[in-house]
């Protein structure tokens, strides 16, 4: 099984509203990443996590919060949101979080209205 | 810090025809280098991978890739492409962030490939 699941495929939210978006991996992948995608751009790492700590964070506004419940699951908390924040959210995984091949999810496309 | 250039924004080929992507890289070590695929909307697919040892690499549905040092390229190839090729291609190098032991990628700006019947 190489498969990142991420749900839910599509969000539409108020900027008011509170939401969450959730990965799974049963690769035993010991590193976890959430990547924002722009359109027409390429993803831009947000956080990474390895062994369930958070291990890198890119300077991302407090309205986004990671959390790593256990080593196959990573969720990214939405609050208070804005129109800017629109993007394809993807998760990934890796064996570890050192140089190595990442395995990409089919992201979430979310619209904050 | 590391970079990658993709200087083809759009490339258009006929199937059946050859394919060429370009990639150049800038880091200051060895790098790990990577090639990715993406659907629209969909998520990325890695395609093939280059860490060390010989700089042809095989990866997934026909494609390679030759890593040059001297010419810091990593270009993509395909000897006939399909009409299911069309897609998205970024190239993009792997780094230690910032004095730490964790890595990440850093993509190119994409190249949109159109095949034409």
């Known amino acids: 099984d190489t498969e990142v699941t991420q749900t839910p495929k599509h969000l539409v939210m108020g900027m008011t509203n509170k939401k969450s978006l959730k990965c799974e991996q049963h690769m035993g992948h010991r590193a976890m990443y959430w990547y924002k995608q722009k359109a027409k751009k390429p993803p831009e790492l947000m956080f990474v996590?390895?062994?369930?700590?958070?291990?890198i964070n890119e300077s991302v506004p407090s309205r986004f919060s990671p959390e790593c419940p256990n080593s196959s699951l990573l969720n990214l908390h939405l609050h208070a949101l804005q129109p800017e924040d629109s993007a394809l959210y993807l998760c990934?995984?890796?064996?570890?979080?050192?140089?190595?091949?990442?395995?990409f999810g089919q992201g979430t496309r979310l619209t904050v209205v | 810090a590391q970079s990658v250039t993709q200087p083809d924004i759009h490339i258009t080929v006929s199937e059946g025809a050859s394919l060429e992507l370009r990639c150049n890289y800038s880091y200051g070590a060895t790098p790990y280098l990577f090639w990715y695929v993406q659907s629209p909307g969909q998520g990325l697919q890695l395609l093939l991978k280059?860490?060390?040892?010989?700089?042809l690499v095989q990866g997934i549905k026909g494609f390679e890739a030759e890593f040059k040092r001297s010419q810091s390229s990593f270009n993509l190839r395909k000897p006939s492409v399909h009409w299911s090729d069309a897609a998205e291609y970024f190239c993009a190098v792997g780094a230690y962030a910032g004095g730490t032991s964790y890595g990440k990628l850093t993509f190119g700006q994409g190249t949109i490939l159109t095949v034409h019947p």
């Open positions: 990934a995984s890796s064996p570890t979080a050192r140089v190595t091949e990442a395995f």
């Open positions: 996590y390895s062994y369930e700590k958070l291990s």
């Open positions: 280059y860490f060390s040892g010989d700089t």
